[in-house]
């Protein structure tokens, strides 16, 4: 079976710390830009950060820049987003994709370019 599964949302109080996790079962990341995208309840879908197989070359939204990092273990077939000086307004369920090279990650018509989506996982940032 061909999946993204992510791990590590919770409840942290607002300048705290958490980690998010995305492995991939049934196929190898090291081929595809993975990408974290979050939608809180009311709003879009948005791109956070992503990271390309090829360079390693990172990209992050403004609004992360600075408190987000994101990394990958190819021989984990895993990604990760460490996600530092949390606040409220990072409030969502943070899901993982996995999509083409050949695109930048954050423009708005990424999300056609991914093969695969994992499930989600809620973050509440809330004291």
């Known amino acids: 079976q061909l999946q993204l599964v992510e791990s590590g949302g919770g409840l942290v109080q607002p300048g705290g710390s958490l980690r998010l996790s995305c492995e991939a079962s049934g196929f190898s990341l090291d081929t595809y830009t993975i990408g974290w995208f979050r939608q809180a309840p009311g709003k879009e879908r948005e791109g956070v950060s992503c990271?390309?197989?090829?360079?390693?070359?990172?990209y992050y939204q403004d609004s992360v820049e600075g408190r987000f990092t994101i990394s990958r273990d190819n021989a984990k077939n895993t990604v990760y987003l460490q996600m530092n000086n949390l606040k409220p307004e990072d409030t969502a369920v943070y899901y993982c994709?996995?999509?083409?090279?050949?695109?930048?990650?954050?423009?708005?018509?990424?999300?056609?370019?991914?093969?695969?989506w994992g499930q989600g996982t809620q973050v509440t940032v809330s004291s």
């Open positions: 990271i390309r197989p090829s360079d390693m070359a990172t």
């Open positions: 994709a996995a999509g083409s090279p050949f695109y930048y990650c954050l423009g708005s018509h990424y999300p056609s370019k991914v093969a695969y």
